[in-house]
């Protein structure tokens, strides 16, 4: 794809914006960004299945933002690979709200040439989850397959870090630019999955990491893989959220079996009784997968990993990563601005999207009903939460949310209490 191409994709995609299910639509009647581009104002108008605000953007032709993001790109080796790029995953392009391109720091695999693992899970990792992420992540990356993640802390690192020690394929996909190091924690670990792998998102360069990125993002790593193992995950986590959607894009759902007064265990084992395929080693994935996809696995190095395999604290030591979670109140106050380093931008930007004062009307209309509906000081759990006019799924997104923005608190036994 020529360099002109590439301005026009960079176009589309700052007037697309992200997740947009309207996006689909286009690349159906069109064949290049630029069709779009030089579309006349009674063109647009006439658009079918568009929206008055997407009709108002296409009309703005001001290619400054395209420009300058690529020489950014340029300058900081960054890929630009945009839906109509042989490199674009076939898999995201089944999607009904596929990302219109994708920055990527590092090297794609042929995603869909490849068996690929999503790996995903709380943040406040058990000794007994982080011991099995690690070691399923080092197996499964040993027999070849590229392990997918979100890079957040706890099971996400882990996982990643499994995959790297195997000397294995590990990709990442963030929830903020790639110019941001989210969680700063894991500066050591991008770097590392970028010189092994890809780290990969589809938000701009210097796009803080605001919580609402996030249930968006997810939809690209269960996009990008055949299946996804959840490790662990309390009732109305982040993972359960990336399982749903998972099952909805017709993936292969996993999950890791735990004790039944964990509350990290209660999201795997409910997915589980709902028909999710457990795991208790990475003998049920390869197996799972032995029929369709026998030659994409390397049965002899998995085999091997599995006796002789670098021990956990050791890998995690190396690639910076304590492979335990944080507390809420300890997250929110570690990540309040992006930081400053190798690939980092120079200006700082708070994670708030206004002053503290302007937080609270700043918040997606569904979050703040579900933040006026909790009690105050008593805690409550999303699934039995009532809010007029919200579905209960939406609820469970809407609160992991507001714990991600701070305006809550997770509780064991998946409750949330507001602050």
Not at 200 to 218: A, D, H, I, T
């Amino acid at each position: 794809m020529n360099s002109e191409d590439i301005l026009y994709w960079l176009w589309l995609s700052e007037r697309i914006g992200i997740a947009s299910k309207e996006f689909g639509k286009l690349v159906k009647r069109y064949d290049s960004p630029f069709d779009l581009y030089r579309l006349e104002e009674e063109e647009i108008e006439g658009l079918e299945g568009v929206s008055e605000r997407l009709k108002l953007k296409l009309a703005d032709k001001n290619l400054d933002f395209a420009y300058k993001t690529k020489y950014e790109c340029a300058k900081k080796g960054i890929h630009v690979i945009p839906y109509g790029d042989a490199r674009y995953p076939e898999r995201l392009r089944q999607l009904e709200d596929p990302p219109v391109l994708l920055y990527v720091m590092g090297e794609l695999p042929s995603m869909d040439e490849r068996l690929c693992v999503g790996m995903v899970g709380t943040r406040k990792i058990s000794e007994y989850g982080r011991q099995s992420a690690y070691k399923i992540s080092y197996e499964l990356a040993s027999a070849g397959m590229v392990i997918v993640s979100g890079m957040a802390l706890g099971v996400d690192g882990v996982s990643a870090v499994g995959a790297l020690a195997a000397g294995g394929t590990t990709v990442a996909v963030l929830g903020c630019g790639l110019s941001v190091v989210y969680p700063k924690e894991h500066a050591r670990l991008m770097r590392a999955i970028a010189a092994h792998g890809a780290v990969v998102s589809e938000y701009p360069l210097s796009e803080p990491p605001y919580g609402g990125n996030f249930p968006k993002r997810n939809r690209i790593i269960s996009g990008l893989c055949q299946g996804v193992l959840i490790v662990e995950g309390a009732q109305g986590s982040g993972a359960l959220i990336t399982a749903s959607l998972a099952e909805k894009q017709g993936r292969d759902v996993f999950a890791l079996p735990g004790k039944i007064d964990e509350s990290n265990s209660d999201g795997p084992n409910e997915l589980i009784r709902q028909g999710a395929e457990a795991v208790t080693a990475s003998d049920d994935i390869v197996n799972f997968y032995s029929f369709l996809y026998m030659d994409k696995i390397d049965y002899n190095e998995w085999n091997r990993s599995k006796k002789q395999m670098l021990p956990e604290i050791m890998a995690l030591t190396e690639y910076g990563v304590c492979g335990y979670g944080k507390g809420a109140s300890e997250r929110k106050a570690s990540v309040q601005k992006p930081i400053r380093g190798e690939g980092i931008s120079d200006k700082e930007e708070p994670i708030s999207r206004t002053a503290q004062s302007s937080a609270w009307n700043a918040l997606d209309p569904v979050w703040r009903k579900v933040l006026e509906a909790m009690p105050i000081s008593q805690p409550v759990s999303a699934d039995t939460l009532t809010v007029d006019g919200v579905s209960t799924a939406d609820v469970i997104t809407a609160m992991t949310m507001l714990e991600l923005e701070g305006f809550c608190e997770g509780l064991p036994g998946g409750m949330f209490l507001r602050k």
